[in-house]
């Protein structure tokens, strides 16, 4: 059928304005972004686009950020990984490598490998005549060979325990249980021979637990003689109003990664989620800042430390939420290092090289604590959802 191009173009602009018109779920996503639906589901970032932050080299490697990826093309070998360590995850990657180059994905791995079939996991990037093409794990399991072009991958592993599943461009390519699975450890991405590019690396932790059952203050402490008041909204949503006080768990968590949305109905609002608490005594722990506010229109520049920075310890590098929407919040304690992200965007990236102390407020605590949530001050209106807990398990 001979089509004009008057028709022609018209039918152009219809197209485009059904695909605009499409939700986030059906579009795809620009290059290191996260969907609502990824929002909702948990995921985070762990390159954000244009920096290193939340990464460190092993190795005399030109490792870079650039274009919207992550690069490396001369040096010695060795990793990028990342500066805390994880247990449980579905990670996403999408890879690019020069023809015959060779690189991984690691995980659970110390900083330096030198044993990588007992202490690190590495999900192999390589041609199909290597002994481990891609998607193998090195030394204990050969995937399925996928075909080979100069152009991005997309990479999913999950890693659940001891059970490993890796899938390449959506085919599932290795099915691999350990008996004896190292617990956690960090996440590398591979200089070995040849230019590798990676962008959209993100995470997903696995095994949350509900801290708050949307009824009731269950697994909660309160405390009626301080002046905050929390309580439960007939739409299943933790609130607290007047201040100063706390809402503390009954459980006490060391190592973690937590999850939460919170909702700050006023402007300028100061609030926090504190870790690692003495139980009983007055917020005494970590806090996880939330204040939303910044200086001289410029989101780097946050007031009284921005939220998801380390009050009195590291300023939150950029204030991601806005007062009067619901943001997401995932902090991730992993021995003295504390990482945050807001909305899956990480803003803090903390190491406590303080002599070790049973008093947070005086140096390192490693031991376990409580969990509390803050009603700073009589303008105190917040409310809090979705809360939910995974502690990591040992190395």
Known sequence: MNVSPIRALMLGFLLLAVALALPGAARAAAPNTLTPEELSDGWILLF??????????ENKADWRAGDG??????????LLRTTGQWGNYVLKAEFRIAPGGNSGVFLRTPPVVTDVAHKAYEVNIAGADNAFPTGSLVQRQK??????????????ITADAGHFLVKVDAKQVLDYTDPTPLGRGYIGLQFRSGKVDFRNVKLKPLGMKSL????DLAGWKTYPEMKSVFSVTPKGELHVKDGRGQLETVGQYGDFTMQLEAFVNGKALNSGVFYRCIPGETMNGYECQIHNAFKDGDRAKPVDCGTGGIFRRQDARRVVPDDFQWFSETIHVDGPHVAVWVNGYQVSDWTDRRKPDPNPRKG????????????????????????????????
């Open 212 to 215: 708050f059952n949307g009824k």
């Open 364 to 395: 390192l605590r490693l031991a376990p604590g409580t969990i509390m949530l803050q009603g700073h001050d009589a303008t105190t209106d917040l409310s809090f959802r979705n809360l939910r807990i995974a502690e990591l398990p040992k190395r």
């Open 69 to 78: 990826a992550i690069s490396a093309s001369e040096g010695d070998e060795g």
């Open 143 to 156: 995937a399925e060979a996928v075909p080979e072009a100069p152009d991005w991958h997309a990479m999913e």
């Open 48 to 57: 954000d686009g244009e920096t290193l932050f939340g990464w460190r080299p």
